[in-house]
């Protein structure tokens, strides 16, 4: 009887084995079609957008920045995306004359404006326009009072095209998520 019981239990605990060995195998494969899915940092659609293009979109410019100190750039615009239901996010595109132009021209000065390494301070920066726009109080205060430091608004950045859209998240990945709601808003507006 013994010998019964303890047959029956292994069974049970094989079969909850193989039961959670599916589970991982299902969660392996979903995230692997969700990373497939995420929004490239650098894609090109083909297409060639205007500051006219972007205002057609429920973008919603709240300035438009002067280009001195951005090589090759000729408009970018500050403003914000509210999805219908959601948040609003912060962005600021900068247009080009081509998607190679964005990429050489366009990719330093990203990467210089955005993410942990951003340079947030005018006097330091390259491209000096915008930069308070760039920047967001951030830490705990002590005794949960005011922030304590200043860090980027824009985890990260990505190239659509002719653009370059820093875009406001807490890091790479979320940054880049919402630059991919605006270039849906854009190729919708197509």
Partial sequence: MNILIAQHKHKQLLKLALIGLM???????????????????????????????????????????????????????????RIPGGDPYEYEVRFYKSHQEAVDLGTPLAIEGSGETAILSKSDSTYKEG??????????????????????????????????????GADNTQSVERCGLLATELMTNE
Avoid: H, W
């Fill in 23 to 81: 589970l991982f195998a299902v969660s392996a494969c979903a995230s692997a079609t969700t990373e497939e899915e995420n929004f490239p940092q650098i894609s090109d659609p083909g297409q060639v957008f205007t500051l006219d293009d972007l205002l057609k979109t429920t973008f919603k410019e709240s300035s438009n920045y002067s280009t001195e100190g951005l090589p090759g750039s000729s408009d970018v615009s500050y403003g914000f995306l």
């Fill in 131 to 168: 930069v308070k726009n760039r920047r967001m109080a951030c830490g705990s205060g002590v005794g949960g009072g005011a922030r304590s430091g200043i860090c980027s608004k824009f985890g990260s950045y990505a190239i659509f095209g002719n653009l370059v859209m820093l875009c406001e």
